[in-house]
């Protein structure tokens, strides 16, 4: 599995270690990815995605999962998560 979370597209970096000395050392800075269930109103389903913490504290902010993916350009999500968006697309376009 690629170390990418899947609604904000949030991966790793690259960056030096540096010793007292000033030697610098190639390294990898990886996001802190969980594997989380979340909840979505609109489909009435939960769904279990890898999400960063950061990613995951920027979807409770926006009020969960639905408004996140709504918000949410197409070009940062995974293709789980926009399988998820379009079907609740669909939804609202039938309720409305």
Same mark, same amino acid.
């Given at each position: ?31 802190? *990815? ?47 998560? *926009?399988?998820?968006?379009?079907? *609740? ?8």
């Amino acid at each position: 599995m690629s170390r990418i979370c899947e609604l904000t597209g949030k991966g790793r970096q690259v960056g030096c270690n540096v010793s007292h000395a000033n030697n610098k050392t190639k390294r990898v800075f990886l996001p802190n *990815l969980q594997n989380v269930t979340l909840l979505s109103d609109g489909l009435e389903r939960s769904f279990k995605f890898r999400v960063s913490t950061h990613g995951l504290r920027s979807v409770e902010h926006n009020g969960g999962l639905d408004n996140w993916l709504l918000k949410t350009s197409d070009a940062k999500l995974s293709t789980r998560a *926009l399988k998820v968006k379009r079907e *609740l697309k669909k939804t609202q376009a039938v309720a409305a």
